[in-house]
């Protein structure tokens, strides 16, 4: 995990990255006071207290040099002498939000770095079971407070903890807990009395009162931090709370925010870890097979569209989408600018046949959507070559008549003509072509695309006239004036190979 990594996962509400710098590991946070300056070592992230001047906040950019991050408080992040020494040494540096208190943001900088996920975690428990422990605590806490039935949800409203003692509650909480989800009735049923809308802006408690089919009072609590609605507490009452219950519920409230807030922040550098193995597979960097990644033979498809997005952007459009489709741990992956995924077995969600279906059915609501498929990889250590056949049919920008989805099984001979092309693209010669398409003589005839159906329709005049839309008679009558203006010997299947490559040649060297 680097410092980058770690302000993306903790997001604003916490930490701004003012300067990338170099990406070094965060091993540990080493909180350090200006006037009793130590010298970090490397790993430690630097989180900086007690500075009152422009020479100490620099002072402090000197001590940090072999760091892994230096994080300061506005307005010392942001001085230019302060920016430019963190330039300089290529040290990563961060600003703390103003809206976080320091108690609140450095207990969730350290539960994130303490539970960075390793490469077994991916699929097993991760990182954030302890979390999820501590919210099922607070709804008790909360329930016990209320004297009430509570869960905690996020704000697409999933479940993320309840409290004990389900008994007598409604048909709609029994519902949320067993889906780990409100329904979609019940939901509709909250939105039409403007629930949403108002936990989406208020951070005061509210009542909601009692609904058709039994859906009983509840008492809703916004969960916010830094001004950010990150999701709610809802607790089944039979009416409003007493004050003395009501004055007790901030600091509980709190506590719950910083543990959406962890939640949140170990779960995105989870993902960042499985998208960053994902890439090494892709690179080559390992040659043993991950535990997350089931047995192959696999293929590496590269993923077009949509063309106004970036390839982080265009990642998170195809994930949607597969997510949409039943295929929760996708291996969607930005590599490179181009968006890649490992495809395996036969069917089912992932394999080759189900992502082709999905790009065929769906692709068309993604406007540029295209499937590149790769070579097959029966190792691990192929997963590479697969990848690098895919890019390479990717940059071949093929017509669109060949589909929304492309092979390489079909399409490698466009691969070997690309590839013989790109090597005589600046290297030109004097070739019998030069002479026939420069001539003032010819110009009324494609002698390009005549030659070019010719010889893919070797044999076939018929065939090779329909390509053009000529007659076939046409065809015959263009090559006997090439016999008489050119010494090309279209019978010699070598002759005919060196003439399409060069007419590809001419024709690149064109565009």
Not at 53 to 79: C, F, H, K, N, Y
Not at 121 to 131: E, K, M, S, T
Not at 134 to 141: H, I, N, P, S
Not at 306 to 329: I, K, M, N, Y
Request: proline content about 5%.
């Amino acid at each position: 995990m680097t410092a980058a990594a770690l302000a993306h996962a903790l997001g604003p509400t916490f930490v701004h990255l003012l300067h990338g710098g170099e990406d070094r590991a965060v091993l540990g946070v080493e909180i350090v006071e200006a006037i009793d300056l130590v010298r970090a070592e490397r790993g430690d992230l630097v989180v900086a207290v007690g500075v009152r001047t422009a020479e100490e906040a620099q002072s402090l950019v000197d001590a940090s040099s072999e760091a892994a991050g230096l994080i300061l408080r506005r307005p010392w992040a942001e001085l230019a002498d302060v920016r430019r020494r963190c330039s300089e040494l290529s040290l990563p540096l961060l600003v703390w939000s103003e809206d976080i208190s320091w108690t609140a943001g450095l207990a969730a900088l350290r539960s994130v770095v303490d539970v960075t996920p390793g490469p077994a975690d991916i699929n097993g428990q991760g990182p954030a079971d302890h979390v999820f422990a501590d919210l099922f605590e607070m709804a008790d806490t909360i329930s016990a407070l209320l004297d009430a039935p509570v869960t905690i949800e996020d704000a697409t409203s999933r479940v993320l903890a309840y409290s004990r003692g389900q008994t007598d509650v409604d048909a709609a909480r029994m519902s949320t807990i067993v889906g780990r989800r409100v329904p979609r009735e019940v939901r509709e049923h909250f939105r039409s009395l403007g629930v949403f809308k108002r936990l989406a802006h208020s951070d005061e408690p509210f009542l909601i009162p009692a609904g058709a089919n039994d859906v009983r009072a509840r008492y809703v609590v916004p969960v916010r931090a830094g001004g950010e609605w990150l999701g709610s507490i809802w607790a089944v009452v039979d009416g409003p709370a007493s004050q003395d219950r009501l004055r007790k519920l901030p600091a509980a409230t709190e506590l719950v925010a910083l543990s959406l807030l962890r939640l949140r922040a170990q779960t995105e550098l989870h993902h960042q870890v499985q998208l960053d193995q994902v890439r090494r597979v892709l690179r080559g960097s390992t040659t043993e097979q991950p535990r997350w990644l089931d047995d192959g033979p696999w293929r590496v498809a590269a993923l077009e569209g949509p063309a106004d997005l970036d390839s982080e952007a265009r990642r998170e459009v195809w994930v949607a989408l597969c997510r949409r489709h039943g295929w929760r741990q996708s291996l969607v992956v930005d590599l490179d600018n181009s968006v890649y995924v490992i495809l395996r077995g036969p069917r089912g969600a992932g394999s080759l046949s189900w992502f082709a279906d999905l790009v065929r059915a769906k692709g068309q609501n993604i406007p540029g959507s295209r499937l590149v498929v790769g070579s097959e990889a029966g190792t691990i250590g192929e997963v590479h070559q697969s990848r690098s056949d895919a890019a390479e049919l990717l940059a071949l920008r093929l017509p669109d008549a060949r589909g929304p989805v492309v092979a390489f099984d079909d399409e490698w001979p466009a691969i070997v003509l690309d590839r013989a092309v790109r090597g005589q693209v600046d290297r030109p010669f004097a070739s019998p072509l030069a002479g026939l398409l420069s001539s003032a003589g010819n110009a009324k005839t494609d002698w390009s695309s005549t030659l070019e159906a010719v010889i893919d329709y070797w044999g076939e005049p018929q065939k090779a006239a329909r390509h053009l839309g000529v007659h076939a008679n046409t065809i015959r009558y263009r090559l006997a004036r090439l016999a008489e203006q050119s010494p090309v010997n279209l019978e010699d299947p070598h002759e005919r190979l060196a003439l399409r490559l060069e007419l590809a040649r001419l024709r690149q060297s064109q565009s």
